[in-house]
């Protein structure tokens, strides 16, 4: 099983709608978790962090948590075409070195 | 703003040379990364480092050595480099809880 799993997508959306991202982690222990984006060529930038249960919200993005399933989601509301790019999911575990482990990502087009 | 810089953006090498990929950060950063990106695979983590002189093992460590003499700079070694090692490289650092910033990466072909 792999420590983060994504959906490789390509996951088309129209503009204007709701884009749903999802991740499963394989640590329960893991403490942080981080929602990238990275455009062909570029390196990744964060997007959203979140450290706890629930959910959060950053503008058009709402990251969301449920560590009792593993699972971490990232909500993008009214998509644009330069939304269009692979979302990294990425998770620092547990113990004292945390390491940082990234998804393969999602790759998201958002079309006119 | 935090800067992670990797000392090179491309970098042509040929089979068997020994290379040295350097990244330096200015934010007094704990933790550093090393992860080699190819499509369809994601980042996938070669090794890092929570402290000077301190490292750990990723998930791909064969081929690979890292050192970290100083707490801004960590270097990726390729000892023997190979065909199968062409990639793009990234460093990224982080403190201990947060996220981690990358450099721009470095786009290694061995011929």
């Known amino acids: 099983q792999k420590e983060v799993e994504q959906n490789s997508g390509p996951l088309s959306v129209p503009e204007g709608a709701i884009a749903s991202l999802n991740c499963t982690y394989s640590?329960?222990?893991?403490?942080?978790f981080f929602w990238y984006r990275q455009y062909s060529g570029k390196s990744p930038e964060l997007i959203m962090s979140i450290y706890s249960n629930g959910d959060k919200e950053d503008g058009r993005f709402t990251a969301q948590l449920n560590k009792a399933s593993q699972y971490v989601s990232l909500l993008i509301r009214d998509s644009q075409p330069s939304d269009s790019a692979t979302y990294l999911c990425a998770v620092k575990g547990s113990g004292g070195y945390n390491k940082l482990i990234f998804g393969a990502g999602t790759r998201l087009a958002v079309h006119p | 703003d935090v800067k992670v810089t990797q000392s090179s953006r491309y970098l042509v090498k040929r089979t068997g040379e020994k290379v040295f990929l350097e990244c330096v950060q200015d934010?007094?950063?704990?933790?550093m990364f090393w992860y080699r990106q190819d499509p369809g695979l994601g980042l996938r983590l070669i090794y890092f480092s929570y402290d000077v002189k301190m490292k750990e093992k990723g998930d791909i460590p064969e081929g690979y050595s890292v050192s970290r003499e100083k707490k801004e700079r960590f270097s990726l070694i390729l000892e023997s480099a190979s065909t199968n090692q062409t990639s793009m490289y990234l460093c990224?650092?982080?403190?201990?809880?947060?996220?981690?910033?990358f450099g721009q990466g470095t786009r290694l072909t061995v011929v």
């Open positions: 990224a650092s982080s403190p201990e809880i947060t996220e981690a910033f």
């Open positions: 934010m007094d950063h704990e933790n």
């Open positions: 640590d329960r222990g893991s403490q942080s």
